[in-house]
């Protein structure tokens, strides 16, 4: 993600004269973005961690009653 994000400044700043806000504010939402996707994709490992409440009830719910 730092890759990208120095990428990201590369391209923003060539040809750029003068020095903008946006070249440190795109980069770090891409990254950010990135790093959010990839950790929701993990979900017992990381910063946000998904509890499945929903998927649980639903399944409990199908289940036959004897």
Do not use: W
Not at 7 to 31: D, F, K, M, Q
Request: charged share 15%; proline share 6%; aromatic share 4%.
């Amino acid at each position: 993600m730092g890759l990208i994000a120095t990428a990201c400044n590369l391209i923003e700043g060539y040809g750029e004269h003068r020095r903008t806000a946006l070249l440190l504010i795109l980069p770090l939402i891409v990254s950010t973005s990135m790093f959010l996707i990839a950790d929701i994709d993990s979900p017992r490992m990381g910063t946000i961690r998904v509890q499945p409440h929903n998927l649980m009830s639903q399944c409990q719910s199908m289940k036959p009653a004897s």
